[in-house]
């Protein structure tokens, strides 16, 4: 039998696990650890997912049960308007200063009901704090490395050589115990990412060291309800293939829990692939188009009303939207194995006078509204 195919079916045989406690035992098994006993106690496991509301045949792909986002110590739900202005001051040119704090940490986390990953983070969550700022701001990222391994960041963006954060270039890997302060200027404006650039450079990615970086244009975006996706995926059993797909890490959370919209509002989607092991990932809108910002570096769309878009690993891009009708709307990507491995979500689109109910339905509230909507107005701390 051929490597691919042994991969495939790897793949395929934790989907079909379907089932919180089989799920726990795959993935105990994958990377040698006991599961805790709650997931192997069908007295003791969460109530069952329920299939979205006219989606039944992708809906049964679930796994049964829930994650348990405290333990985990993140939310995919949050993440998605989790903006860090970092904590912000002024130069005594009047630039504005922003400084930021990141501490790469080995951490378990739980990726899929009852799969359990070692991983490597920043901050202590898959994906890394989304840092957000303004083109021309000047950042100071202390980077304190509490971790067994040599780390680094890496900044897509524009900056000196002894910043890029690769080994050989300034301090090049930072050492067990050790920290190093990045600081460079904020550019260009746009959709970017950061991640560790340490050697093997595809262990440390796949292992969870990455984050969003935006760069907001100095006048700013027209108003949106503002999300950041971040698509990525684990090799559970470390063959070189991915076994559990997501966005913000979790498999199925947004078919477990729609995203909350509002019909006629504009939708503005900043995503980004960080997929290890596959070559590409994509994004497709049910029931509706988009206009595409390549990377986002550009004020006008670079497609224009499309419905699909492919990106390769690190590429990014900027997606706005509006929804004309109410009811719940798949997105995934183009890439069948991978939606149903975990990485389908749905919007539930709501008339207005029924937002505060669809908020409270996805166990949200209205600090997640405000953090949605304030878009490129985010200052920091201290602004």
Known sequence: ???????????????????????ALVGAQAVGQVPPAAAMDHTKMPPPATSPKGHGEHGGNLLVGTVDHVRN??????LLTDW???????LPNGQTLRDYTITAQEKEIEIAPGVFFPAWTYNGRVPGPTLRCTEGDRLRITFFNHTS??????????HAAEMDGVPGAGPGEIQPGA??????????FGCHLYHCHATSLKRHIHKGMYGAFIVDPRGGRPPAREFMMLQNAFDTNFDGANE?????????????RPIPVK????????????????????????????NYYDTGTTLEPTSRIVDTITQGQGQRGILEFRYRFTGQFMFHPHISEFT???????????????YAAALKDAGLDAAWDRRATQGSTVKGQGA
């Open 263 to 290: 019909k006629g509002e504009l939708i503005r989607l900043y995503l980004i692939n960080i997929l290890e092991f596959d070559l590409i990932n994509g994004f497709h809108l049910h029931a509706n188009f988009f």
């Open 244 to 256: 559990i797909y997501a966005v913000n890490t979790v498999g199925f959370e947004f078919a477990r």
């Open 179 to 188: 920290s190093f302060v990045y600081e460079f200027d904020a550019e260009p």
């Open 73 to 78: 110590g993140f939310d995919p739900m949050q």
């Open 84 to 90: 860090d202005g970092g904590k912000v001051s002024r």
């Open 149 to 158: 391994h040599p780390h680094t960041i890496h900044f897509h963006g524009v």
């Open 340 to 354: 149903e491995l975990g990485w389908m979500g749905l919007f539930n689109v709501v008339e207005s006078a029924n």
């Open 1 to 23: 039998m051929s490597r691919w195919l042994q991969s495939l079916l790897s793949r395929r045989d934790v989907l079909r696990a379907g089932a919180g406690s089989a799920a």
